[in-house]
């Protein structure tokens, strides 16, 4: 299966503050990548799917990037609603689907 | 707009299987595909497997091949994942999941509780 590695595990920031998640995947899976957020006892949200296409709804604050095996979520300005964990998923139809780690944006 | 519903929480013990149940509404379950995703107390997401309900193809992740088996009964619209040989470490809440374009969609979880 291919292996999807965040990084940070854990991010420390403040409103406003500009954050960047990295997500690496272990071969290359195209364009084949998703976002998604996650807060404590709720089901995760779809945020950005094939890499960078931002899902209707999701604030423009939110982008993504990358293509191959390495991709970027970017939050430009956080706001309090922002804090929670985030997920990256590949969805490649030729393997098995794989989530990262995630990583936990918490208030510095 | 897809609406899913799983079905209640279960306690089973080391060795027992526990089948869950996804009813699907506003759409119909053969032009869905269906995923299964678990995640354990405090832990991450972890995708278990895929069910295309038009052929019944199936798609798992390494862990859970052979001890998980994805249906569905298209007369009823509902989706089933049976896991087998469960063990403690399998104490989690169970989505199944579907969308167009990755997951989009999500079941409200079922909480599989594994203890002798």
């Known amino acids: 299966d291919i292996q999807m590695t965040q990084s940070p595990s854990t991010l420390s920031a403040s409103v406003g503050d500009r954050v960047t998640i990295s997500c690496r995947a272990s071969?290359?899976?195209?364009?084949?990548l998703a976002w998604y957020q996650q807060k404590p006892g709720k089901v995760p949200k779809l945020l950005i799917y094939?890499?960078?296409s931002l899902k209707s709804g999701v604030p423009s604050r939110f982008s993504g990037s990358g293509s191959g095996t390495e991709f970027t979520l970017t939050i430009t300005s956080l706001q309090p609603d922002d804090f929670a964990t985030y997920y990256c998923?590949?969805?490649?139809?030729?393997?098995?689907?794989?989530f990262g780690q995630g990583t936990k944006v918490e208030i510095k | 707009q897809v609406h899913l519903v799983q079905s209640g929480p279960e306690v089973k013990k080391p060795g027992a299987s526990v089948k869950v149940s996804c009813k699907v509404s506003?759409?119909?379950?053969?032009?869905?595909?269906i995923h299964w995703v678990r995640q354990a107390p405090g832990k991450g997401l972890e995708w278990m497997g895929g069910?295309?309900?038009?052929?019944?193809?199936?798609v798992f992740a390494q862990k859970f091949q052979g001890r998980v088996t994805l249906t569905g009964d298209t007369s009823t619209d509902t989706a089933y994942m049976e896991v087998s040989s469960l063990r403690s470490e399998d104490t989690a809440m169970y989505y199944c999941?579907?969308?167009?374009?990755?997951?989009?969609?999500w079941g409200q979880g079922t909480l599989v509780s594994v203890s002798s």
């Open positions: 998923q590949q969805y490649d139809s030729s393997s098995p689907w794989t």
């Open positions: 069910f295309e309900p038009e052929d019944g193809e199936t």
């Open positions: 506003g759409f119909t379950l053969i032009g869905l595909s």
């Open positions: 094939r890499a960078s």
């Open positions: 999941a579907t969308g167009d374009v990755a997951i989009d969609d």
């Open positions: 071969q290359n899976i195209g364009g084949w």
